[in-house]
């Protein structure tokens, strides 16, 4: 049976479509209301608040922590300050990425992680092998829920509660209360928006949950589930597991694998030259730097409205527009005499009601990848497979200055 978060005593009533979905053996809400884009727009005009609690969540501690994290991870973990926050990824001897996920580092030897699929198991056979002393990786994905608070009034709402979070910069992480309740604020989210994240015990979710929508009572606040929370993160250019890309561990072949370059994220290795760590995946990444090995990279594509629009008219239908979120693959063709030349495919489809156009996450061979080259996308009509003209573009899609702005004291 799916268990039920430290939140559901508060969300169930709220859940006017009564439909529920499996998040890691959870029961969370794809969308609270029939409105997909009211949810969304909760996000980018005033404040939303979601239940992440089913993330798997782990604790490590100890002198040897920074050890056994410099060795996992693909990101120098000592460049993650105290109070500091850092998005990184973990990946194979091949170099191809296991996971992804978000470190918070709370004191000198305490840090604590968020990732979508379990990895206490892998963490401490590390730990195993290197023969570390003083190292203790702790599964507190039970003793903790997480509330995203997001959106251009997030701070408006936790200020009120508490002055902790108030100076924090973009990626910095305070221990903190909210009333009695001792709770950790990181200023992340996967929204692209300017917003927060509260850990909570679980004892006390419902006392955090009463007052941060008390809190937000006048700005509107409201819970949103996660497809709205999906739409926000493709306008982020922000990657899914189990949608843009797959963990190497339950891949067969190698074309199923992705590394951190092809993903995009080569900006996690800039001076890898001053970097003397033996991380997992070193020497596979160094070779596909040097080499320019990448099979392909990941990429925004920006459809062009009149020839999307242009498909469906000819078909005798409006084209889809409100609430259309797509994971599913489709395919990119080359722009050449030759018909239907494949390229590669996008993996997540969005109409941003904000952006006003379709737009997606692809994989494109690198001669394909420079901004504003055209492509075409295989859409379906009425069942019938139809191009349409595409450019690729740089992400993130939408990047507001409030995201990374400072509020109140900071600078």
Not at 24 to 45: C, D, H, M, W
Not at 97 to 109: A, C, H, K, P, Y
Not at 163 to 174: H, N, P, R, S
Not at 279 to 292: L, Q, T, V, W, Y
Request: proline share 4%; hydrophobic share 40%.
């Amino acid at each position: 049976m799916p268990k039920t978060t430290a939140f559901h005593p508060r969300l169930e009533p709220l859940n006017e479509t009564k439909i529920w979905k499996n998040w890691s053996g959870y029961l969370v809400a794809p969308q609270f209301k029939y409105s997909l884009t009211n949810e969304y727009y909760a996000i980018r005009s005033s404040v939303s608040l979601l239940d992440t609690s089913p993330l798997f969540k782990y604790r490590i501690s100890g002198t040897d922590s920074v050890r056994l994290l410099e060795r996992i991870m693909s990101r120098d973990i000592k460049r993650c300050k105290m109070g500091g926050a850092q998005y990184t990824v973990w990946s194979d001897e091949k170099g191809f990425v296991i996971q992804d996920g978000v470190v918070l580092r709370t004191n000198e030897f305490e840090f604590f992680l968020t990732a979508g699929e379990p990895t206490l198991r892998y963490f401490r056979s590390i730990a195993k092998q290197m023969k570390l002393d003083d190292v203790a990786v702790e599964d507190v994905s039970e003793k903790y829920g997480i509330l995203a608070l997001q959106g251009p009034h997030a701070h408006n709402v936790i200020c009120q509660l508490t002055q902790g979070a108030t100076d924090l910069k973009y990626f910095e992480v305070v221990e903190s209360n909210i009333g009695e309740t001792d709770v950790i604020i990181s200023r992340t989210g996967y929204t692209g928006d300017l917003g927060y994240e509260i850990w909570i015990p679980s004892g006390d979710a419902l006392s955090v949950w009463d007052a941060l929508m008390a809190a937000g009572e006048g700005y509107n606040i409201a819970p949103i589930g996660t497809t709205a929370l999906k739409m926000a993160r493709v306008e982020a250019g922000l990657l899914l597991l189990g949608v843009d890309f797959e963990t190497s561990r339950f891949a067969w072949v190698d074309a199923q694998r992705e590394t951190a370059i092809e993903l995009g994220w080569s900006w996690m290795f800039r001076n890898l030259e001053k970097d003397s760590r033996d991380f997992i995946g070193r020497s596979a990444i160094e070779a596909e730097i040097e080499n320019k090995t990448s099979r392909w990279k990941t990429v925004g594509l920006e459809v062009d409205w009149h020839s999307y629009e242009a498909v469906h008219l000819e078909a005798g239908i409006l084209p889809p527009k409100n609430d259309l979120y797509r994971e599913t693959t489709m395919s990119i063709y080359r722009r050449t005499e030759t018909p239907w030349d494949y390229a590669g495919y996008a993996t997540s489809f969005l109409f941003s009601s904000l952006l006003r156009k379709p737009i997606a996450i692809a994989k494109l061979p690198l001669d394909l990848t420079t901004a504003g080259t055209e492509v075409d996308l295989e859409v379906s009509v009425i069942r019938k497979p139809v191009n349409v003209l595409a450019k690729v573009s740089s992400m993130p899609f939408f990047n507001p200055e409030r995201k990374t702005a400072p509020m109140g004291g900071g600078k």
